[in-house]
């Protein structure tokens, strides 16, 4: 079966500036496929353009059989999209939106009342529907944001960003959302820089940096590019000048690679028991307080840093 959505080498240019360089990937129908990678690494730009909003400079994407560039309506149909910013009228309730957006999308009469009280009850609002979007936590608005990206029943649905600047309970809620409409058959395409996402999530995920897809495939495929290697993290205190450190640790033999990030220093190595020792000795000679420590088995985060040279954070 030919994949439900193929990026070909899509390109994004502003100017001197590329935002999105020669990145290609391809969605399985029923799959939840995450791009992962930090703020300003070309993910809202490359769903811009799948969703026909930025034309590329150079490539294509082809969803359900159309192309982006050439057939945008056809495309549309197909898709639903859930920005990273809310796209909602703060002085309608959540009904008025709806019943507003299930119209620009060609929704009326019997079957819009029908399909805006089932995405209420689908998105958990049903209670809610009549108050205004304003009186609305982020969280809430967030789920009703989702609700519009579901109205015409989509095949393909974007999330950008979902979850972000909402409270954990809320970001509980919306992962648990997600989950459950993948498990009714929707394939989903999520964007997110929060690597406990995609590994929740997602049955493939491709990294994103600086506009270019550094590696594809599942969580194991993806540790497995890194060998079978640890996560050392020592935390320091705050405002510590960690440069000194991160030099020492770098001549460690026991060490695959190192990096600093918010008050600790994060060691990629074969076996933490193993460099845990050496790692103290030197953070104690030069200074440093360690004041916890914690290890973690291969994830995706160790894949991050070892393809990025750089920490993936929060």
């Known amino acids: 079966m030919p994949p439900i959505l193929e990026v070909q080498n899509l390109v994004k240019k502003f100017g001197d ?26 993910k809202t730009t490359t769903i811009s353009m799948l969703s026909c909003l930025l034309e590329p400079t150079s490539g294509d994407a082809i969803v359900g059989g159309y192309s982006v560039t050439q057939n945008a309506l056809e495309v549309k149909n197909i898709i639903g999209v859930v920005p990273q910013e809310i796209a909602l009228y703060e002085e309608l309730s959540a009904r008025e939106n709806l019943n507003f957006w299930g119209q620009m999308y060609g929704l009326g009469g019997g079957a819009l009342k029908t399909r805006v009280t089932e995405v209420l ?9 009549k108050d205004r979007i304003k009186t609305y936590s982020g969280g809430m608005k967030r789920r009703v944001n989702i609700g ?6 989509p095949h393909l649905l974007y999330m950008d960003e979902p979850t972000v600047g909402i409270d954990p309970q809320s970001r509980r ?18 964007t997110t820089h929060y ?50 450190l991160l030099a020492a640790l770098q001549e460690l033999p026991e060490v695959i690679h190192v990096s600093t990030s918010e ?19 030197k953070a104690d000679r030069l200074g440093y307080k360690i004041r916890s420590v914690d290890i973690q088995e291969p994830n995706l985060e160790a894949v991050f840093l070892k393809l990025t040279g750089k920490a993936l954070r929060d």
């Open 263 to 281: 008050n600790m220093v994060v060691l990629i190595v074969p076996e933490a028991d193993d460099a845990l020792p050496p790692a103290l000795i």
């Open 148 to 153: 519009v990206g579901l109205l015409h029943k």
């Open 195 to 244: 690597m406990e996402e995609a590994e929740e999530l997602s049955h493939r995920v491709g990294i994103i940096d600086q506009g270019k897809m550094i590696a594809i495939g599942t969580q194991k495929e993806l540790t497995q590019l890194v060998g079978e290697n640890e996560t050392l993290r020592l935390h320091t205190g705050e405002n510590v000048d960690l440069q000194p």
């Open 173 to 190: 809620s919306i992962l648990d959302s997600v989950k459950d409409l993948n498990k009714a058959g929707m394939t989903v395409l999520y």
């Open 121 to 129: 009850e689908q998105i958990g609002l049903a209670d809610r529907a």
């Open 17 to 42: 500036i590329t935002a999105v360089d020669g990145v290609s990937f391809d969605i399985q129908e029923g799959e939840i496929f995450s791009l992962l990678g930090p703020n300003g690494a070309g």
